[in-house]
């Protein structure tokens, strides 16, 4: 079936730092790809959705400038932590619809812990 | 917009016991429901989904729901769960019309005991 991968899968930053994660489509091509954020003991939050070819669409509330999305081609999307703060520690999933589009396919997420 | 609740934030149960795990969800458009599981550390992986027909969907690992639109319900069920059962569920609902966009219910964490 469709795979959907991130990187790194772990990463550890100092305070005021950025960190750029990858989300990639390894078998299908994705035009739309969605961030979620997820604290522990919690749910997926919705961040925003990634538009390859175009700006993506934030989710009320999620600051644009602080989590940068950039969808460069249809297989790679990016998102960049600008200047981490220890309350940006988290979850972060990735998901990428198929061609079918009730399906979607989750990446294994990337924790980010910032000291 | 759609929301969804999940009533049990933990289910503790005993190995080949029956499970049940409540989603209730609210909508003013068509949607589709969902129910993922993630074991520790990992993804989301899909268990199963219902988007129109049969109210009641099977799904992987034994795992069925079934979809009762007056109680706006998609409870998910298993006649016997295993230890490899444990893990966190989530219920999550897309319009019907976008279905890239996913609600996520609070989470279940299943918790099978020997």
């Known amino acids: 079936g469709a795979v959907v991968s991130q990187h790194p899968s772990w990463v550890i930053c100092k305070s005021g730092t950025s960190v750029k994660i990858e989300c990639r489509s390894l078998?299908?091509?994705?035009?739309?790809m969605f961030w979620y954020r997820q604290f522990p003991k919690q749910s997926l939050m919705l961040m925003a959705t990634?538009?390859?070819?175009?700006?993506?669409?934030?989710e009320q509330g999620v600051e644009k400038d602080k989590f940068l999305i950039n969808h460069a081609s249809l297989t790679l999307s990016t998102l960049t932590v600008t200047s981490a703060h220890p309350e940006d520690s988290s979850f972060y999933i990735c998901?990428?619809?198929?061609?079918?589009?009730?399906?979607?396919?989750f990446g294994p997420g990337t924790r980010l812990t910032v000291l | 917009a759609q929301s969804v609740t999940q009533l049990d934030s933990q289910v503790p149960v005993f190995e080949e016991a029956p499970v049940e795990l409540r989603c209730n969800y609210s909508?003013?458009?068509?949607?589709?429901l969902f129910w993922y599981v993630q074991y520790p550390n990992q993804g989301l992986q899909l268990l199963l989904k219902?988007?129109?027909?049969?109210?009641l969907v099977k799904g992987i690992n034994g795992f069925e729901a079934e979809f009762n639109k007056s109680q706006t319900s998609f409870h998910l069920r298993k006649p016997s769960v295993h230890i490899s059962d444990t893990a966190e569920y989530f219920c999550?609902?897309?319009?019907?019309?976008?279905?890239?966009?996913?609600?996520f219910g609070q989470g279940t964490t299943l918790q099978v005991k020997p």
């Open positions: 998901s990428a619809p198929t061609g079918l589009r009730d399906t979607q396919y």
């Open positions: 990634s538009n390859e070819g175009s700006k993506a669409t934030y």
């Open positions: 219902y988007l129109s027909g049969s109210t």
């Open positions: 999550a609902v897309s319009e019907a019309s976008n279905t890239g966009k996913l609600i």
């Open positions: 909508s003013s458009v068509s949607v589709y």
């Open positions: 078998d299908f091509q994705a035009t739309t």
